[in-house]
C-alpha cells in the first residue's frame, strides 16, 4: 500500500467541479452516519443511431481526479460563504479525500452500451461525490474518440487531421477533443497547445486570408515556400482550384531547382471528387506525384465514405466541427448508478432506464474471426474469458502505470480491427452484449422481490 | 496610453491555444515583411433553423486572451522542437504580443448574422494570430447564451436552473456556458466550480441514489431535512410521484412544527404537466403553498412551452444537456475575415460565404416599440443612431473597464425585451439587418472591380 500522505497533484484538481447536490447529499450522509461501503458503475444507456461501439477515453483522466480531490482552503472559504452546510461538516471536507477502489476499462477499449467504463467502491459520500465529475470527464471523451473512430474507419487508410479548435466547445473541449480524436486513430491535429500537452502531431496549411494578403495567388505561394521550403501546403482554391493547382505546380518546379521539396496542397471547397482526380492528374502529369492532397470542408464520416466511393484522390481529410462537437449527437447518455451497497445489490426498473445489479465484470469473447460479443457478468464468474475491468485505484491511490498516448492509440486501432464488421459499418448496430446467467439470476430475483410487475421504480439523476 | 510593460497575466494566457497555421502563417508574414496594419471582424454567418438571435458572450474573455499573449519559455522550446520554424522567428515570438486595438459589442446584446461581434486592427501578423482562439471563445459562449435565451423566453417568467455539468463538453464548457446561460437570464447553476469562479448563484436538490440508500423514502426524506431544515428541495419520483408528495407532506408538516420550511419538491419523470398539477393541489390542499416544485428530464424550449401550455404548475425548470450542449445545434457559424488592409477593402463573393468589405460599425434603430432593425454601415456614416461596437483596446491594453456579472445579465435581460415579437417565437425569424446605403455602394464598386459575374473567390477557413 501507498503512504496515504502522498501529496495532491493540483493540476488534476478539479474537486469543485461538481454539482451543488452531491454536496448537499455528502453532508447528510454525513450527519446521518450513512457511510458505508457502496459501489457505483458508470455506463452510457444507448447508442446513437448507426454508431455500432463506443471507444473509452478520458479514464486516465479520470483517475487522477479520483486520486486528487482536496477542497482548499478558499474552497472552504466560498462554501461556507453560501450558508448552507454546517461547521462540522466543512470541517469534515478539510481532509476529505479518494480512498477507495476504481477498476476501469482500459482507455481507447471498443465498448458498447451497458457496459461498465469505471466501477467504483468506497465510503458512500466519496464513492457518490465523483459522480458529476466523473461523467463530465468520460462523457465528452468517449463521445468525441467514438466519432473519431467512425471518421478513421470512414477514410479507409487515408489520414484523418482534427482540424475542430474554432467550433470546439471551449478550450478543455479542443485539447482533450484532440487527445481522443488521436486515440481513435487521427493523425495529428492543428491545435498547437493539444501537442503540446500530449506529444500529438501538429499540422497545418494556410488559410485564404494569406493567399489574400499578397496581389496574385503565385505571389502568396512564393512567400510561404521560400519561408517554408520542404513543409508547405498550399492551399490552391482562393480564387479558381485548377488554376490553384497550374501556380503550386509552378512554384513546386521552383522548389525541385533548390532542391527542396513542396509537401501538399489543399482544396477547402468545391467538388472535392472531382477537382481532387483532376488536381492529381496534373502534379502527376508534372512528375509531383510526391505532392500530397489535403481537403476539407464540413467534413464528416458520410462525405469522407462518399469520397472515396467515387474515387477521390485524396490523402489526408482535414475534419473539423462535426468531430470535435459530434455534432449532431452533442451529448451521450453516460451515467453513474449505485449498484450495491451494505443493504446488497440494487436494481432499478424502470423502462428504458434499466440498471444492472451488483458488483460485475465485462468479458469478451473472442474467436478465429475476432470479437463476437461481451458478456455482462458477476465479478469473478468467468475464469477462462478475458476480463475488460482492471483495477487502477487503491485506497485511493493509482495503481495503474501511466499510459503513454502513442500506446493506447495504437492499442485502440487494433482493437477496433478486431471488432464485427456490422459494427463499423455508416449505419451500423451495436456491438452485442450478452448478460450472463448468473446476473440475469440476480436480475430475476430482484425483480421478484422488489419489481413485480407493476412497481414503478425510476432512476434519473 | 497605458504603460506597455505592463505583465501579462498568466490566468488569461491562451497564446497556445491556436491552430498551427497561425503560427506558420505568422512566420511568414514575418519572413516576407508583411506586416502592415489590417482589419479584421469576427461575425456569424448564418443562425441556426427558428432562432430569432444571438446573445454575444466571451466578449470579457476575448479582451482578456488579447492583451495577455505572451510565449513563455518553455512555450517556445515546444515550437524549437517541432523543427518548424527558423531561429529569428522564434526569436521574434518571444516579445510578439498584440498591440493593435479591438472593438467589441457589449456581452449580453442580442444581434443577428453577419454582425461584427469583435473588429480587430492591428499589424497583419498579430491581428491574423487571434482568430482560433477568439473564434473558439466567441462561438461556443455566444451559442450557449442564446440557447439559454430561448429556453428563458419559453419558460415565460418561470425560472431556468442551469443543471448541465455532466453533459458539458468539458470542464471549460461547464463553466463558461454556466456563465453564458446565467448571462441569458438562467437564475443559477449547479456547478460549484461556476458559482465559486463567477459568483452565480448555485442550487441543488438531490439524486434517486440518495433515496435508494435509505430503507424507505420518508427515511431519506427526513435524514435530508434533518440537515437541511430550510434548504430542502426533496426529489419525489424515485418510486411513485404521488406516494414522494404523499411523503414529503408529512415532512413539510414535521418541519413546520420545529418552526422550519420546506423548500421544495423536484419531480425528474413521467407527465410533468400532470404530476405538477396534482402534487400542487396536494401541497396546498395541505397549507403548504409556499412548497415550489422543480421539475427536469431531459427540457428544452419546445418541451417547456408545452408544459406551459398543458397550465404545468412548475416554479423552476432544471435544464441540463440541450442548453449546455446546444444540442443538436453543437456548432455555430463564427468566422474571422480580414475586411480591409494596405490595400483597401477586402471583399469575398462566394455565395453563401459573402464578407461585408471595410471598417464597418453596426448601428441600431429604435421606435417607441423597442428595437426595430439593426444597420451594417461605413463606421462613422450615422451619427445619431446608437453604435454597437465599442473600443475595448487600444494599443494592446484593455480600455474597457470590467463589466459585473449580474450587470451584463439585467443589461441581456432589458436588452432582449425591446427584440421584436417575431425573433423571440419559438419558430423565429431572424432579426433584422439592413445593409446602410454606403456600404452596398462599397460592395458594388468593389463587386464590379474584382467580380464581375463569375469571378470564383472563396473564402474558408
Redesign the interface.
Known amino acids: 500500500m501507498i503512504s496515504t500522505t502522498e501529496k495532491t497533484n493540483d493540476e488534476y484538481n478539479?474537486t469543485?467541479?461538481?454539482?451543488?447536490?452531491?454536496?448537499?447529499?455528502n453532508?447528510?450522509?454525513y450527519?446521518?452516519n450513512?457511510d458505508e461501503m457502496?459501489t457505483?458503475d458508470l455506463f452510457v444507456r444507448t447508442m446513437p443511431e448507426e454508431w455500432g461501439y463506443y471507444i473509452t477515453a478520458g479514464v486516465e483522466e479520470a483517475v487522477d481526479y479520483a486520486t486528487n480531490i482536496k477542497f482548499t482552503k478558499s474552497?472552504l472559504e466560498?462554501?461556507a460563504s453560501?450558508n448552507?452546510f454546517?461547521k462540522e461538516y466543512l470541517e469534515f471536507l478539510k481532509d476529505f479525500k479518494f480512498e477507495g477502489e476504481m477498476y476501469a476499462i482500459k482507455e481507447g477499449t471498443p465498448i458498447t452500451t451497458n457496459t461498465p467504463i469505471i466501477r467504483v467502491t468506497a465510503k458512500?459520500t466519496q464513492a457518490?461525490f465523483l459522480?458529476?465529475t466523473l461523467?463530465?470527464i468520460i462523457?465528452?471523451q468517449t463521445m468525441i474518440a467514438s466519432k473519431a473512430s467512425r471518421i478513421v474507419h470512414a477514410a479507409d487508410g487515408k489520414d484523418i487531421v482534427e482540424?475542430g479548435?474554432?467550433?470546439?466547445?471551449?478550450?478543455?473541449?479542443?485539447?482533450?477533443?484532440a487527445r481522443a480524436t488521436y486515440i481513435a486513430g487521427a493523425v495529428g491535429t492543428?491545435?498547437?497547445?493539444a501537442?503540446?500537452k500530449y506529444g500529438i502531431p501538429?499540422?497545418?496549411?494556410?488559410?485564404?486570408?494569406?493567399i489574400?494578403?499578397?496581389?496574385t495567388e503565385i505571389e502568396a505561394f512564393r512567400?510561404?515556400a521560400?519561408?517554408?521550403p520542404n513543409?508547405s501546403v498550399l492551399l490552391i482554391?482562393?480564387?479558381?482550384t485548377l488554376n490553384g493547382a497550374k501556380n503550386a505546380i509552378i512554384v513546386a518546379k521552383e522548389l525541385e531547382e533548390n532542391g527542396h521539396k513542396l509537401k501538399g496542397v489543399r482544396i477547402?471547397?468545391?467538388d472535392l471528387a472531382e477537382n481532387s482526380k483532376k488536381v492529381r492528374e496534373m502534379f502527376d502529369n508534372n512528375g509531383l506525384d510526391y505532392v500530397k492532397i489535403v481537403v476539407?470542408?464540413d467534413l464528416n464520416e458520410k462525405k469522407i465514405m462518399m469520397l472515396n466511393a467515387e474515387g477521390a484522390k485524396i490523402d489526408a481529410y482535414g475534419v473539423?466541427?462535426e468531430m470535435i462537437?459530434?455534432?449532431?449527437?452533442?451529448?451521450i447518455s453516460?451515467v453513474y448508478?449505485?449498484v450495491e451497497?451494505n443493504?446488497g445489490p440494487?436494481i432499478k426498473l424502470?423502462e428504458g432506464k434499466k440498471t444492472y445489479p451488483g458488483m460485475k465484470q465485462v468479458y469478451r469473447v473472442e474467436t478465429e474471426n475476432g470479437y463476437n460479443h461481451d458478456i455482462l457478468a458477476i465479478d469473478g464468474e468467468y475464469t477462462t474469458l478475458k476480463p475488460l475491468l482492471e483495477k487502477v485505484v487503491e485506497d485511493g491511490h493509482r495503481i495503474s502505470s501511466r499510459r503513454e498516448l502513442k500506446a493506447i492509440r495504437e492499442y485502440c486501432l487494433k482493437e477496433v480491427a478486431k471488432l464485427p464488421a456490422y459494427t463499423k459499418e455508416l449505419s451500423a448496430r451495436p456491438y452485442e452484449l450478452r448478460i450472463s446467467e448468473k446476473l440475469e439470476g440476480l436480475v430475476d430475483e430482484l425483480t421478484e422481490k422488489y419489481g413485480g410487475g407493476n412497481?414503478?421504480?425510476?432512476?434519473?439523476?
Open positions: 478539479k469543485m467541479l461538481t454539482d451543488l447536490y452531491q454536496l448537499t447529499m453532508a447528510a450522509y450527519d446521518n450513512k457502496a457505483f474552497n466560498y462554501l453560501q448552507i454546517s458512500r457518490q459522480e458529476s461523467l463530465n462523457n465528452y482540424f479548435l474554432r467550433r470546439a466547445q471551449g478550450e478543455d473541449a479542443a485539447i482533450k477533443g492543428s491545435n498547437v497547445a501537442g503540446e501538429i499540422s497545418g496549411t494556410q488559410a485564404h486570408s494569406y489574400m494578403s499578397f496581389p512567400s510561404y521560400k519561408t517554408f513543409s482554391d482562393t480564387y479558381n477547402d471547397s468545391g476539407s470542408n473539423g466541427t462537437t459530434a455534432k449532431p449527437v452533442a451529448a453516460g448508478k449505485i451497497d443493504g440494487k424502470s412497481y414503478d421504480v425510476h432512476q434519473g439523476v
